[in-house]
């Protein structure tokens, strides 16, 4: 489980800081290129977003299949434990020494 996640996580790594020239000769070209870098910083971060929103569906889906796995079939896993004899047992079978290990 932990390399899944470490392996997913991986890809989460932030691309270099982008700059953009904002000088221009008059204050209203100026004016357009801070609103073009605003736009494209508006962009750049909408798709970070998404890989952040991949990378934890992508854990998600993993630590629900592990769980899954163990809860069905009833075994203690990674991210489960399994349900225990004594949860569903009878005084009788508590005082008969049944459920003593094997």
């Known amino acids: 489980m932990l390399i899944i996640g470490s392996t997913i996580a991986q890809g989460l790594t932030p ?57 069905s079939a009833n075994t203690s896993g990674d991210l489960a434990v399994a349900v225990p004899r004594v949860s569903t047992a009878q005084p009788g079978d508590i005082t008969d020494g049944s459920l003593r290990p094997n």
Do not use: H, W
């Open 15 to 71: 691309d270099p800081p982008k700059t953009n020239e904002l000088s221009a000769p008059t204050a209203q070209e100026v004016a357009v290129k801070i609103t073009e870098a605003m736009t494209k910083m508006d962009s750049d971060m909408l798709v970070e977003e998404d890989k952040v929103e991949n990378a934890f569906r992508n854990i998600y889906t993993a630590v629900s299949g592990c769980r899954q796995s163990s809860i």
